[in-house]
């Protein structure tokens, strides 16, 4: 045996030897430092002294060989190849300074589908191989090392010494497994490796190692740990297909010691939750990755990815059998925005009938209105019912039908079948608008508001209550559509009709001076916007329970105000205060928490404190992609604002694809000219400034420019100033110094 504390080499072919990174059966590899014109660290890999015998001299040349074919950002890079001048084969490569991928995910405390998007990337780097024609049949943790690369995780997979040339040959005597020999690393094994007397091993060998990597990372333990009844009779087992496997979700349910609380840690959640996420799809997963007969498993690390990607936007995965309640499930969880906004919707139509109905009942000569009132009710309900079952999954080929169309059709119908009830068809109006809303689809939720108000006028009078909530309705839509002074002149009115038909004292009142409120700032008004949710936040004290989520959501627009005056500090606080609120109301996984998260990450980001500002938008991220569309303002907002951190942090080639992606969405979403679409334009102008792109930046900036003086003169003085300091940086100081008098122009007239 050698002894591992043997003097280390002073060179290895022309690299210079540092220190020892480790050894092992067939090879120690260094850490070395290139001594030619290009000086980088790199790791040198050298079959040790004493152990060249044919079979490890063969497998080391087919590791070479086999690195040399990759070309993937998940593989170490093999950069140069020789033998030492005792003929020793070695090969240097990438120093790879890294955890192994279960040690990265549990001290970063990665939650499950965080851990499921890093083991995707695993995946394709697999494929990679395979389409090289090379298996690894050695795939473990400590052979996939996580690295931080510009603060992303990056997976790199090392050691291809057992690999397998697939159709074609590495070496001239590689790879042959030697009899009595099974080549790997047991835990993670497949059956077929295990069979001393296969040598037909091929890419689905890498799959169950891949699975079993899979089921570590989500429970904390090997399926089945080879210690416990010995390598030997774990490799018999594991060969004659014997060995029995629990579900991940099953392990989880038998464990009852301390060590699930630090499982459940480590993956940022609790042992209910941690149970919830795996029973069904992973389970599957994993199995079917694990399947002992081969012809059973995933076809290839495509597909085990394609699946993972499948459970994680929440669509029918190909491992578990289909059924319809299944589909439901998913497509429940999918749009869960739109079915909360339709539940909604049905909930309020049917509690107003009954409200309705009792008091009517009450009425000594009101029963025929009462009947008639039911009918109605009775008519409304019907409507939602047939419009679910027309468009459920069932109904839907390919499961395709969002809820957002779910809520154009039933718009599109609302006229026709209850024409004949107009008071039902404008309260149906409203309520279809409102969920229009939540869906962040204003465009079409104006009209159905506006329908509804001219409805109302004519059947209850201009000053009824009812016709104060469609304008407000109306007035939320067309403020998110950019056009203000409708806005305002729609919140203007409800609230003169309000504060005559409620008081001054009301929730109703309360909630229509919130929304004007929010249209002072939207008007760049901020003083006079503190000011009425200053009045607000007492009304919410004494009329709404500290549960009601719009008490906290008042919070955090004060907040939202104060932040857009520059006042972090006093930002930071109300934006936590109405985050323990939504915690405790609404729980953590409720995009309106989410939603203050990236509020969160907003004030830091414009504080300064970039690292902090990127650690609230990723919290937030995986809640907002969950549980909105991809074009609801809030999502595409937090693109935006994790693009703006990125580029802060100078972080240049992550943050370009990201703004340039929110820019498509506003302008798909809102329009070339909308003044949100503006922001946008002038963060992407400042990236490409900062990397030195002048001619492209400025073409930006003077687009930014064009919609801001129409649509928010406020915002005016920032892009001026940016624009400024490009023309500096360009070697323009004249054209720079025009612009910016424009701004002091500008300051000393406000």
């Known amino acids: 045996m050698t002894d591992r504390t043997e003097t280390l080499p002073e060179r290895v072919g022309p690299y210079r030897v540092l220190q020892l990174l480790g050894q092992g059966g067939m090879g120690a590899v260094y850490e070395a430092e290139e001594t030619g014109p290009v000086r980088r660290r790199l790791a040198v890999k050298v079959v040790r002294p004493g152990s060249s015998s044919r079979g490890i001299v063969a497998r080391f040349e087919a590791e070479r060989q086999a690195l040399a074919l990759m070309n993937h950002p998940g593989i170490a890079k093999v950069f140069a190849a020789g033998t030492t001048d005792d003929g020793a084969p070695y090969f240097s490569m990438e120093l790879v300074r890294g955890l192994p991928i279960t040690d990265y995910c549990d001290t970063h405390r990665l939650a499950i589908a965080e851990r499921l998007r890093l083991f995707i990337n695993v995946c394709r780097a697999v494929q990679h191989a395979h389409q090289k024609g090379v298996v690894h049949r050695d795939l473990k943790p400590s052979n996939i090392l996580v690295v931080e690369q510009d603060g992303a995780p990056q997976v790199k997979i090392i050691d291809f010494g057992v690999a397998k040339a697939v159709g074609q040959q590495l070496t001239e005597d590689a790879l042959v497994t030697m009899t009595g020999t099974a080549v790997g690393t047991a835990a993670y094994m497949s059956p077929e490796q295990a069979d001393v007397g296969s040598v037909d091993i091929d890419t689905r060998a890498d799959i169950y190692s891949l699975g079993v990597m899979l089921y570590e990372l989500l429970v904390g333990e090997l399926p089945i740990d080879p210690t416990v009844s010995g390598v030997h009779a774990f490799l018999a087992a594991l060969a004659s297909r014997d060995s029995h496997v629990q579900t991940p979700s099953a392990r989880l349910?038998?464990?009852?010691?301390?060590?699930?609380?630090?499982?459940?840690?480590?993956?940022?959640?609790?042992?209910?939750?941690?149970?919830?996420?795996?029973?069904?799809?992973?389970?599957?997963i994993v199995m079917k990755a694990m399947q002992p007969e081969r012809m059973l498993r995933y076809e290839s690390a495509a597909s085990l990815a394609e699946d993972l990607l499948r459970h994680l936007a929440n669509q029918p995965v190909s491992a578990r059998p289909p059924s319809t309640r299944d589909r439901f499930d998913k497509f429940v969880r999918r749009h869960r925005m739109g079915v909360v906004a339709v539940a909604a919707v049905m909930a309020a139509i049917v509690l107003g009938a009954v409200v309705a109905t009792i008091g009517f009942v009450r009425a000594t000569r009101a029963e025929r209105?009462?009947?008639?009132?039911?009918?109605?009710?009775?008519?409304?309900?019907?409507?939602?019912?047939?419009?679910?079952?027309?468009?459920?999954?069932?109904?839907?080929?390919?499961?395709?039908?969002?809820?957002?169309?779910?809520?154009?059709?039933?718009?599109?119908?609302?006229?026709?079948?209850?024409?004949?009830?107009?008071?039902?068809?404008?309260?149906?109006?409203?309520?279809?608008?409102?969920?229009?809303?939540?869906?962040?689809?204003?465009?079409?939720?104006?009209?159905?508001?506006?329908?509804?108000?001219?409805?109302?006028?004519?059947?209850?009078?201009p000053d009824a209550p009812e016709v104060a909530e469609a304008l407000k309705g109306l007035g939320d839509a067309v403020r998110m559509k950019g056009d203000l002074p409708l806005a305002d002149s729609a919140y203007s009115r409800a609230l003169r009709i309000r504060a005559a038909s409620f008081g001054t004292e009301s929730i109703e009142y309360a909630s229509s001076l919130a929304a004007l409120a929010t249209?002072?700032?939207?008007q760049g008004k901020f003083p006079k916007a503190e000011s009425l949710y200053r009045a607000i936040l007492p009304l919410d004290q004494r009329l709404r329970p500290e549960t009601d989520p719009l008490y906290a959501k008042n919070i955090r627009n004060l907040a939202t105000v104060l932040f857009s005056q520059g006042r972090y500090g006093e930002a930071d606080s109300l934006y936590k205060r109405a985050l323990a609120m939504q915690e405790r109301t609404l729980g953590s996984d409720h995009y309106e928490y989410a939603s203050t998260l990236n509020n969160l990450g907003g004030n830091a980001l414009m504080a300064g404190h970039f690292e902090e500002a990127l650690r609230y938008f990723d919290e937030a991220r995986p809640v907002l992609e969950r549980t909105l569309d991809p074009l609801h303002q809030s999502a595409i907002g937090l693109v935006n604002n994790r693009g703006e951190a990125l580029w802060k942090l100078k972080r240049y080639r992550e943050a370009e694809p990201l703004l340039r992606e929110a820019l498509a969405k506003k302008e798909k979403k809102l329009g070339p000219d909308h003044v949100r679409t503006s922001s946008t334009l002038n963060a992407l102008a400042g990236l490409l400034r900062d990397e030195g792109r002048y001619r492209e930046a400025e073409a930006l900036y003077k687009r930014a420019l064009q919609i801001r003086e129409k649509a928010a003169p406020q915002d005016v003085p920032e892009t001026l100033r940016d624009y400024a300091e490009l023309l500096r940086r360009a070697g323009r100081s004249a054209e720079a110094a025009q612009v910016e008098a424009r701004v002091a122009a500008i300051k000393a007239a406000r």
Do not use: C
């Not at 209910?272 to 799809?281: E, I, V």
């Not at 508001?449 to 009078?461: M, P, T």
């Not at 249209?519 to 939207?522: D, E, G, N, P």
């Open 253 to 284: 349910s038998r464990r009852q010691d301390t060590g699930t609380a630090t499982v459940t840690y480590a993956r940022r959640t609790d042992h209910k939750r941690l149970w919830r996420q795996l029973h069904g799809d992973l389970d599957w």
């Open 369 to 461: 209105l009462a009947a008639q009132e039911a009918e109605a009710a009775r008519k409304v309900t019907n409507f939602m019912i047939d419009l679910f079952r027309s468009t459920g999954p069932e109904n839907v080929r390919n499961d395709t039908m969002t809820a957002g169309e779910i809520m154009r059709r039933g718009a599109a119908r609302v006229n026709t079948q209850l024409a004949s009830e107009p008071i039902q068809q404008a309260r149906l109006l409203v309520a279809l608008g409102q969920a229009h809303q939540q869906l962040g689809l204003f465009a079409e939720a104006a009209p159905l508001f506006d329908s509804a108000v001219r409805i109302r006028e004519r059947q209850l009078g």
């Open 519 to 522: 249209l002072r700032w939207s």
